[in-house]
Structure formats: C-alpha cells, structure tokens
C-alpha cells in the first residue's frame, strides 16, 4: 500500500512539474499559464515528490527509504515522459489525417 500511495505521490508531482513548464503548456493546454499557476505547479510537484520521500523514509527508514524513492521517481518521470511523447505524435498523426 506504501508503495501504491508513494507512486502516485511521484506521479502527481511530475506530472505538475512537467505543467508548469511552457512547452508542455502550449503542447497541452495550447496556451501558457500566467505566473501565479506556474507557481503553484512547481509548489505542488515540489511538495509532492517530498512527501512521497517523507512516507517512503518513514516507512523504511533512510537507507532503503532512498533507495525506494529513487525508483519510484525514475519509474514516474519514466511515465511522464512517455505520455508526453505518446500525446505529441497523437496529435503530429491527427494532423496529418485531415
């Protein structure tokens, strides 16, 4: 269970970090964010990888806490990133279909 919620944790927060990055934005939304949300995304992302960090230490402890959080944060970005890159050649593909 520790896991599972300490995933999402890492997922929720690069998934906000990758948001509040304009590129993503324009990709996304199609627009970019004003300052005040983009703050707020990279507060988030921030707050949530180190809350995914505090259950996964105080769950294991620190030596193998870090070691878990290191894989649940390589794994997540992992995932991010590729939904990124899935999202871009979805819509290069729509494109080319009209």
Do not use: N
Not at 30 to 56: C, D, K, N, Y
Not at 79 to 93: D, E, P, S
């Amino acid at each position: 269970m520790m896991h599972a919620l300490a995933f999402a944790l890492c997922l929720a927060g690069f998934v906000a970090l990758a948001l509040a990055t304009r590129r993503q934005q324009h990709e996304v939304i199609g627009r970019s964010l004003p300052r005040g949300p983009v703050r707020g995304l990279r507060i988030a992302g921030a707050a949530a990888l180190m809350l995914a960090l505090g259950v996964l230490v105080g769950w294991q402890g620190w030596g193998l806490g870090l070691v878990m959080f290191s894989g649940h944060t390589t794994l997540a970005a992992a995932i991010v990133y590729c939904a990124l890159i899935g999202r871009v050649r979805m819509a290069a593909r729509k494109a080319g279909q009209r």
